[in-house]
């Protein structure tokens, strides 16, 4: 059966690139890069595992088990529909969405406006315009291809060139002293940092679109599909590694000339500031629009279309105006008190998505394990809220303590044994039950 033409491969790869490049993706690798400093490149490789590397295979690993909650089903169909809508609910309106939609008004609009001005107010009006347009794009998915492939991300890839290559010409160029975590584990930092790209997560959605668009594409046989969604998956993760060595540069670079804020859009800010004045802040507007649609759009379409399918009464057109609307009033909290809610939540689901990917794409060698799904991502699973309840101050009596106990917990890898030994215990009871 033929596959995908050039042309088409290249289109699906961009839309593949433009639904995982959004906020996330745009504030963390500068900030990175300023709170690195010398040891940004330690940094920012581990970055790209949890960034680019999971994502992808994320996406993969979705599309070979046609969907998330087939996947997770594994562990057991009520949990495949609890952490299912879960992840859904955290990507898509209860953080996701409203954060691609406040980003690149807190990044370009709110620097620039009068002293004085009504915030709030601003902030409704820009996030209604942003929302309707997402609504018009997310309402036919199988244009999204062609409205995001051939003109959205040629444009935001076009934007990042020209600011990057500015920048090296024209910027200033001081490299500091790593910082904190940065200082004493830039490897472990830069991995724990990429899970707030929330990309991981966000592949578990993305798999059953690019699937969705390959069968629109005329792709119907399982094998070939699984073939052109890894080179599709290849040439958007080759695209978002660039992109965020780019980025985390002109972060390393600034980290002496700039001091260091709450967070990444900021040293953006800064870094466009300098190298194009007050010109600038359309550049910025730009590329921070353009990026935080396309994965806004992308996430409205993914949960749309997965929860149009636990109910029939509520068709795809009637979550897109739900999920829509909602994500619009969530928005209008304001950007620092999204990425205040989103660390203890990823803390808790990261590595659960993480092992979901890893066992799915490993299924052939340890699906036939009795209880290898349930037992590891359980314990995997009850470290992680552990570990993410304490980050907030709330500890468990004796269950915090002993966590303590596990290497690298202080890191948050805690998990990473949990989940070797429970996988390796299930093997060798598996062994002994049948001898």
């Known amino acids: 059966m033929m596959g995908l033409s050039k042309r088409q491969t290249v289109l699906v790869s961009f839309m593949l690139f433009s639904l995982f490049f959004g906020a996330g993706n745009l504030i963390f690798p500068p900030f990175l890069g300023q709170n690195a400093g010398e040891y940004t490149v330690q940094a920012i490789l581990t970055f790209c595992i949890t960034a680019v590397i999971l994502p992808v295979l994320g996406v993969i690993v979705v599309a070979k088990f046609y969907g998330l909650q087939n996947l997770a089903s594994k562990v057991h169909p009520k949990f495949a529909i609890i952490y299912s809508v879960l992840i859904y609910l955290s990507i898509g309106p209860g953080l996701g969405i409203p954060r691609a939609a406040s980003l690149p008004f807190e990044m370009a609009v709110a620097p620039y406006l009068p002293d004085g001005s009504n915030i709030k107010l601003y902030l409704f009006i820009f996030s209604l315009l942003f929302f309707i347009i997402a609504y018009w794009l997310a309402s036919n998915p199988s244009k999204l291809v062609n409205r995001i492939g051939k003109v959205l991300t040629p444009s935001l890839l076009f934007l990042i060139v020209v600011l990057f290559v500015s920048f090296v010409f024209k910027g200033e160029k001081v490299i500091a002293q790593a910082q904190g975590a940065y200082l004493d584990n830039p490897l472990v930092k830069g991995f724990l940092e990429g899970y707030m790209t929330m990309d991981t997560i966000a592949a578990l959605n993305f798999g059953f679109v ?16 699984i073939k052109q969604i890894i080179k599709c998956g290849i040439i958007a993760g080759t695209i978002l590694a660039l992109v965020y060595f780019m980025l985390s540069f002109m972060g390393m670079c600034s980290s002496g000339v700039f001091s260091i804020q709450e967070n990444g859009a900021w040293t953006l800010r800064c870094i466009v500031h300098q190298v194009f004045g007050e010109v600038g802040a359309i550049l910025l507007a730009a590329i921070f629009t353009i990026a935080c649609l396309t994965t806004c759009v992308g996430l409205i379409t993914s949960c749309s279309q997965y929860f149009s399918t636990l109910t029939k009464k509520i068709t795809y057109m009637h979550w897109v105006t739900i999920i829509t609307v909602f994500s619009f009033l969530i928005c209008n909290q304001g ?18 998505s993480i092992l979901l990917i890893v066992m799915g794409l490993s299924h052939n060698l340890i699906g036939h394990i009795n209880g290898v799904y349930p037992v590891t991502i359980g314990c995997v699973g009850f470290v992680s809220v552990v570990y993410a309840l304490q980050n907030v101050g709330i500890t468990l009596p004796i269950v915090s303590s002993l966590c303590q106990y596990l290497l690298w917990y202080s890191l948050g890898l805690g998990w990473v044994v949990v989940a070797v030994v429970t996988i390796v215990g299930c093997f060798i009871m598996n062994r002994l039950q049948k001898s």
């Open 335 to 352: 950007l620092n008190t999204l990425l205040s809610l989103s660390v203890p939540l990823l803390d808790m689901i990261y590595p659960m």
């Open 210 to 225: 690019i699937s969705t668009t390959l069968a629109s594409l005329g792709i119907s046989d399982d094998k070939m599909k």
